[in-house]
């Protein structure tokens, strides 16, 4: 095995590198599979592939906007009789590209959501064991003590004044 820090070859049985003193244990257990790769989070996964989405949601709005503004020069522009119908049926074709493009994006949305929960399930879990700290599992301290008890202050004033 070679030392990832210095580069030295060293014997497999070694701890520490012959070279630089590196620990050697922490890389053959790495080495051996007995420390577990963390997750990838789902968002690595996610991410791209929701920039995809929102890639095709904007190029089906750009040609839904387009088919709505030929329907508008044409129903303006134009004077053929059959041009109503045929601004109709852009405008119609434009609405469902508007309309595909908005339900791409909230899908590819949807999916970062998810995957956002997965991973901050997956962080949570991977928390888990030191995430309970010691001072949940004490009793509380009671912070009005002294504001109840009339006579702390002159005590602790009393004392003080002995003392000297
Ligand atoms: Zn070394």
């Not at 074709?93 to 309309?99: A, D, R, S």
């Not at 929960?117 to 949570?124: C, G, P, R, S, W």
Request: with cysteine.
């Amino acid at each position: 095995m070679f030392c990832p820090s210095c580069g030295t070859q060293v014997a497999e049985e070694k701890k520490f590198c012959t070279n630089c003193g590196t620990n050697l244990a922490v890389v053959s257990d790495a080495l051996a599979g007995r420390i577990a790769p963390s997750e990838p989070s789902p968002l690595l996964e996610a991410v791209p592939q929701f920039h995809r989405e929102l890639g095709k949601a904007v190029a089906k709005g750009v040609t839904g906007a387009g088919l709505l503004v030929t329907a508008m020069i044409v129903f303006l522009a134009s004077k053929h009789p059959d041009a109503l119908i045929f601004s109709v049926l852009l405008s119609v074709g434009g609405m469902i590209f508007i309309g595909k493009a908005i339900s791409t994006y909230y899908e590819g949305l949807a999916e970062v959501r998810q995957a956002e929960l997965l991973a901050a399930q997956q962080k949570a879990a991977q928390s888990m064991p030191s995430a309970t700290p010691l001072a949940s599992l004490s009793p509380p301290v009671p912070t009005t003590s002294n504001l109840i008890s009339p006579g702390s202050v002159v005590e602790h004033t009393t004392k003080h004044l002995e003392k000297n």
